[in-house]
């Protein structure tokens, strides 16, 4: 609460127990999906406890009580997102940074809100092959927006956002009613070597090439880039409802689907 006004931050990323770093070293070790941890409830994996996890979300939520933050709506860390590893780890990956999120979301459920991995694949034909865990996370998991990197596997070969690659993801969140959440993922750009945490680079040009290619495709496909640009250009919740509104963008076909009622400062 910040002056009588809650607070509700929509940019946040999950809290969870470094052990499961753990699972990840060991699936990309061994070129092996290895069954979720979270998934053995009779053998509990060292450092992946519900105290374990209870522990790191009462981290974050001192973090948060410290900055006057009332709610936050938490997704997968970017550059944890591994897009580049082998393709037939990537679901497995995917589904388990779903459950770490969902975990912090139960340890604190008026403090949390999840958004979704996807387990995105830059060469695939289209997005088709995201959809059953996005289904997962927002039926099963009662997550309300996903993530999505322009560009998963770091070697800009995923197509831009304005093509038509994209349209199976951007049509089920029209039909769900889920925003997207726009954000830069690792970079293997091999210039950006000498920088140190060189996936931020990544962030700031990813961000660039969406918003760019958005724009110039707004004129051919109105409907679909302004619903997405609506989802992840400013997008906020209010505490109790989602509701509708009006696009201020000058090319809005007209109210869009996607965006809910916010409580900041108009984009």
Request: charged residues 20%; hydrophobic residues 35%; neutral net charge.
């Amino acid at each position: 609460m910040y002056n009588g006004v809650t607070v509700l931050d929509v940019h946040g990323h999950v809290s969870s127990p470094e052990a499961t770093s753990n699972y990840l070293m060991l699936m990309m070790a061994a070129n092996t999906a290895f069954p979720n941890p979270l998934g053995n409830t009779a053998r509990q994996t060292p450092g992946l406890s519900p105290d374990d996890f209870k522990a790191a979300s009462k981290r974050h939520v001192d973090y948060m009580d410290a900055r006057n933050i009332d709610v936050q709506i938490i997704g997968p860390r970017p550059f944890r997102v591994m897009g580049f590893m082998e393709e037939h780890l990537t679901p497995s990956w995917a589904h388990f940074v779903n459950d770490c999120i969902h975990t912090q979301c139960e340890d604190y459920p008026d403090r949390f809100i999840g958004a979704a991995q996807l387990p995105q694949l830059s060469n695939a034909p289209d997005t088709t092959h995201v959809l059953g865990e996005l289904e997962r996370c927002v039926k099963d998991l009662g997550f309300i927006a996903t993530y999505a990197s322009p560009d998963p596997g770091g070697r800009r070969t995923t197509p831009g956002m304005h093509e038509a690659y994209w349209h199976p993801l951007y049509a089920k969140c029209q039909e769900w009613d889920i925003p997207i959440i726009v954000h830069g993922t690792n970079a293997l750009d091999r210039r950006f070597r000498v920088v140190p945490h060189n996936y931020q680079l990544g962030f700031y040009t990813e961000q660039y090439w969406r918003r760019s290619s958005l724009d110039t495709a707004t004129s051919s496909s109105a409907s679909l880039s302004c619903a997405l640009w609506c989802a992840t250009a400013a997008a906020g919740w209010t505490a109790s409802t989602r509701q509708t509104r009006t696009c201020r963008r000058k090319t809005c076909p007209g109210t869009c689907s996607l965006i809910p009622a916010r409580t900041r400062a108009s984009f």
